[in-house]
């Protein structure tokens, strides 16, 4: 199968047929990578709710060089022979994601300081990145009834960006769904049916999954800021899953427990809630070494970097 | 207007029995088609006959039809769009109650055309005693041969169910109708893949609405070039226009593409006019989802060429100065008429409708909700008549189905034409109405 020429922001590379945009873009890296906030590259038919990663395609290929009339979703477009695609270069890209970080801020609580999910939230990075410095609301922000999930995970609605990760992995990873969208329109909700609990060896994935703080490890709620903890990765045999985790510790004490993630925030493995909530004596893990984490998140960093935007949204390097 | 097509024997009392129905020659048009016509001859005849998708979009039928994937062993589904629930719109529901077996030929004829064996018409939750109705003429379809096994003898067989919705405007738009029809959360599917190649339960698929289907028994009748004959340019055939407002004859009009629409307003033959002691003040032409349009561009063009009832004539000068003739829910309104209550109205129900899957319209309808009741209510700033502006241009094209362009035209429309009326509500912080 011949490789497929894709020039995203002026860099060109050469991908299989079938990858999308988003894919081809991680393949180049860096800031030419569109945000995604609902796609999941282990998650099949993830992608295409947030409508962040819109990118603009100003030529289709090359056997039909027109550009396509809308802004497309990165994440579920399939790639041209020929296709040029502008993320960072295109302002009306640029002006169109800020416009949808204010959409998924809107009704967001901003209640960081008290959420558990500050520090390694995706929306906070999306805001930081493309929001605006003021809010143009002033009306009451949506709120949900708090219902019960279970002791392990905390649903927390208000919080939530409706991005149908956490009801694709219950679909794809655990032996049988008990939790989906309920209601229509911004007053959808996840939730269970008549609010059963959320009961299976590996529904702890969803925590990790959310990209924001509405589904939160209950065993780590308030513990620490997870910025005063130090990452680190670790193994032990299970025979549910790979084992393969980071240990989140202070001082000598491990406080959480989570899959390890990769530069965009996903998964590298999922793991099952026997090693993410059982086992939290440091006898349990063999400790390999410090966890680097990516990304611009303040875990790592306790600052963000400055970002090469410059107003005109021209990137100069 | 020469002759009917969709609404010729509508006045005969027991038009929806099929005896009338076949009394008046209902029903030859499958006989025809089934002695002397393959299945790609009819694809082209309504090809010829240039009829496009009645359901707003204006997509031509015979394309579509076209579209689907013939490759594949899978089995092929027609689909009718009975989901009509654009506010202003009412003339499907005209059809499927009092002319049912016009539907359920239309139906016949372009299984047939499409190779399919199973057919659903999915009709709109609310509009319960239409699928009694449905349900009653497709058992006397089945009792007298029309349907079911080897029909009339020419060994094509066929199945036709009507399947409500529980009530969802959403499920109008066809990925998300099928989602529904398959037993889902009616949300839209994300494509493409488009329902020609992946339909109904992963099948080729093709969804037309019930107006498009009720025109194809006269199209095989009369054939694709006598109907290509009504219209104009590349409008061809008639539509039913539902109109409703402040006009003297509200109803549903049969109307030849083409017409001027001030003859269409004025007329005693359709509207009648404006009710008396009034004046025309604006018009949502195709369904609350086109842009409004003030009276002196809804009756002329920008360039002072008579506006017409047709695809091209209604959206000349863009969204600047134009609109469309979308689903044929011709709202008029006189002078009495606050646009920014009427654009409440409408946020209102976009909001209630909107499916909540991606964030522009999920959020977005509910907060021009609100800024409109804002405005209206007296509590509005100038500058939230540049956020809506703002809020509407950053939800149209950017969400995964029409829902969010369809509440986003008409706020920007509104504003465009009527801005004097929403700086007079936050001058006056009140209504002037």
Known sequence: ?317 | MAEKILLKNIDVPGLASFEVYRKLGGYSAVEKVLKNFTPDQVTSEVTKSGLRGRGGAGFPAGMKWGFIDKKTNNPRYFVCNFDESEPGTFKDRHIGQLNPHQLIEGMILGSYALGARTSYIYIRGELFYVLRIIEKAIAEAYKNGFLGENILGSGYSLDLYCQPGAGAYICGEETALLESLEGKRGNPRIKPPFPAVVGLYGCPTVVNNVETIAALPWIINNGGEAYSAVGIGNSKGTKLISACGHINKPGIYEIELGLPVEEFIYSDEYCGGIRPGHTLKAVVAGGSSVPILPANLILKTAEGKPRLMSYESLSEGGFQSGTMLGSGGFIVMDETTCIVKNLLTFAKFYHHESCGQCSPCREGTGWMEKILHRIESGHGTMKDIDLLVDISKHIEGNTICPLGDAAAWPVASAIRHFREEFEEHVKLQKCPF
């Open chain 1, 1 to 317: 199968m011949p490789l497929l020429k894709v020039t995203i922001d002026n860099i060109e590379v050469e991908v299989e047929a079938g990858t999308t945009i988003m894919n081809a873009a991680r393949k180049i890296g860096g800031s030419v990578v569109p945000p995604a906030m609902c796609y999941y590259s282990k998650l099949e038919g993830s992608g295409g709710y947030c409508r962040t990663c819109l990118v603009k395609v100003s030529q289709g290929s090359f056997k039909d060089n027109r550009p396509m009339p809308k802004l497309v979703a990165s994440c579920r477009t399939p790639v041209q022979d020929g296709m040029v695609v502008q993320n960072r270069t295109s302002p009306e890209v640029m002006d169109n994601r800020r416009a949808i970080t204010e959409f998924l801020l809107i009704n967001h609580p901003l209640d960081c300081p008290v959420c558990d999910q500050a520090g390694e939230c995706h929306l906070q990075d999306l805001s930081y990145e493309h929001g605006l410095e003021v809010t143009r609301t002033e009306e009451d922000r949506r709120t949900f009834d708090p219902i019960d999930i279970g002791d392990l995970i905390k649903l927390h609605m208000n919080r939530c960006i409706l991005c149908y990760r956490c009801v694709k992995v219950a679909d794809q990873i655990t032996d049988g769904r008990v939790h989906g969208v309920l209601g229509r329109g911004d007053h959808s909700e996840i939730s269970t049916l008549i609010q059963k609990a959320v009961d299976n060896d590996f529904s702890g994935n969803m925590i990790d999954v959310c990209p924001v703080g509405a589904l939160t490890d209950k065993t780590f709620r308030f513990k620490s800021r997870v910025w005063f903890t130090r990452p680190f990765d670790a193994h032990r045999e299970c025979s549910k899953c790979c084992g393969k985790t980071v240990l989140w510790m202070k001082g000598e004490e491990i406080l959480r427990v989570t899959g390890r993630k990769d530069k965009y925030g996903e998964l590298e493995e999922f793991i099952c809630n026997d090693c993410r909530f059982e086992h939290k004596e440091n006898v349990d893990w063999i400790v390999e070494g410090p966890r680097k984490i990516e990304r611009h998140s303040v875990i790592s960093q306790n600052h963000y970097e400055k970002l090469d935007i410059p107003e005109d949204g021209e990137e100069t390097e």
